[in-house]
């Protein structure tokens, strides 16, 4: 059974840990992530979750998501989703999330990464994932509307695209 900690508002661990599925206790938060690789053409990899996951079955989705575990940073949370849903092995020692969005249970850093990934070399499918591609932001919202995408808000599906070309706030 997944052990995830547990945050406060200001997210700073409390040193209480919970089992995946229970209900939080008030003012109490976990911390989830969301890795979104882009190729050169500006597309993003999204991945088909598998027919047998608790949530979103069959659904095309972002492409990796997933808590850290218990004693896990958002980096290391990052790098074991990745290789566990798509079989890449990537380093995010020194890279912080691109978007961080708070949400009623916790906290959910978003990584935002160009990088071309051949997909034929991929282990697919897995546990997790039974197929990927890559998708342009019109193709996404399409899915969205047509049901076979989770739900996500069209605002934070831009703002990922937006943001695989911006270091900081600011136009340079």
Known sequence: ME???VYDKDRK???KLMRRGDALEQDAYHLVIHVCLFN???EMLIQQRQPDKDNWQNMWDITVGGSALAGETSQQAAEREVEEEIGLVLNFQNLRPSVTVNFEY???DYYVIKTDVNLSKLPLP??????VKWATKEAIFNFISEGQ???YHESL???LFDTRHMI???KN
């Open 3 to 5: 052990m995830w900690d």
């Open 13 to 15: 661990l409390t040193g």
């Open 40 to 42: 050169q053409l500006g």
């Open 106 to 108: 916790g906290f959910d």
């Open 126 to 131: 897995t546990e997790e994932v039974s197929q």
């Open 149 to 151: 995408f989770i739900p």
């Open 157 to 159: 599906i831009s703002l």
């Open 168 to 170: 900081g706030a600011h």
